[in-house]
């Protein structure tokens, strides 16, 4: 005999048994604007990657994952977001504010998964962070907020800095919506500030060297992929023409004087999760965007002291990692 209770109890058996037996190979699409040999991009694929392992999917076995690389070439992006829809992937990982563009115009019934992206409202991916809307889902950590953040980081870490450049990359959308943010927040502390531009690694020598001939007191390096793809680079040039600088984590890693930022290597992991949501039957529209909620503070104390820079106890106490 059939109880009321066994009935209720079989859908749900049913449904996990319908998982847990061998099915289809699941192919995850993934997109992304720089290059694969990014050492920088390499840690975030790696943590994506360790994300889906620990859910259970396993390359090779259960999943394949399809990568198109950019290689800093953002034109390049909307063909890569649709050679992956023509490869019939279940999800569409991608990353960056143009990443997120590409693959929202190459398909509107395909799964996309934002692992990391700059503002997804106010450049048009997404209606709202609760409710996106479209069959989009995933993370996002607000470059602009970051940046705001840098300067005021800056005024502690160097009190007496009145004039600052921004570096910004005018191909990423986003800097469009958020540069007249960053000079009035700039204004509001008594901060000069001055934006220059680079849409290119080949690009990156002179916009230091006109830097240099501002003398600006610190220069900010916004969060962008070609930026990240670049941190090396980067900081070379920032201690090479002796200028204080604050960017991205991996930015201070490579040399430069402060990073500040989110933990991307944790919201790459965060992303395999939305992945799993979907697979299992959830819809990108029904899940809400999050918003990354852990940020470090770096300090290259070896560039400080190439500097000459002695930074002050109160701003040292605040740092969550120091490179000596």
Do not use: C
């Not at 998982?19 to 975030?44: E, H, M, N, Y």
């Not at 990240?228 to 900081?235: D, F, I, N, P, V």
Request: charged share 20%; net charge positive; hydrophobic share 50%.
């Amino acid at each position: 005999m059939t109880t009321r209770r066994s009935v209720l109890l079989l859908p749900l058996l049913a449904a996990a048994t319908a998982w847990a037996q061998p099915r289809k190979t699941w192919r995850i699409g993934f997109l992304g604007a720089a290059s694969a040999d990014s050492p920088v991009w390499k840690r975030r694929v790696e943590g994506f990657r360790s994300g889906l392992r620990e859910l259970g999917y396993t390359e090779g076995k259960n999943t394949v994952i399809e990568f198109r690389w950019a290689n800093g070439n953002a034109e390049r992006l909307p063909a890569l977001a649709a050679e992956l829809v023509a490869a019939k992937v279940d999800v569409l990982v991608t990353a960056t504010t143009q990443g997120a563009l590409a693959a929202k115009g190459a398909t509107k019934t395909v799964p996309i998964v934002l692992a990391s992206v700059g503002d997804p409202v106010s450049t048009g991916v997404v209606m709202s962070l609760a409710r996106p809307g479209v069959n989009i889902t995933g993370s996002a950590m607000f470059a602009a907020d970051e940046t705001v953040k840098r300067l005021e980081l800056l005024r502690d870490a160097l009190p007496r800095t009145r004039r600052v450049v921004v570096l910004i990359n005018p191909g990423n959308p986003l800097w469009k919506h958020a540069v007249e943010r960053i000079a009035q927040n700039a204004a509001s502390q008594k901060l000069e500030v001055e934006f220059l531009e680079a849409r290119s690694a080949a690009q990156l020598h002179g916009a230091f060297s006109a830097i240099a001939q501002k003398r600006p007191d610190a220069v900010v390096i916004v969060e962008d992929s070609l930026f990240t793809a670049e941190a090396g680079k980067l900081a070379a040039l920032a201690l090479q023409h002796r200028l204080p600088s604050i960017g991205h984590l991996p930015f201070a890693e490579a040399g430069g004087l402060i990073g500040n930022g989110a933990n991307q290597v944790e919201l790459f992991r965060r992303a395999a999760v939305f992945v799993d949501k979907i697979l299992r039957g959830a819809k990108p529209e029904d899940l809400p965007i999050e918003q990354a909620s852990r940020f470090e503070l770096v300090v290259n104390l070896k560039t400080a002291k190439a500097l000459g820079i002695a930074l002050p106890k109160q701003f040292l106490f605040r740092v969550d990692r120091q490179i000596e």
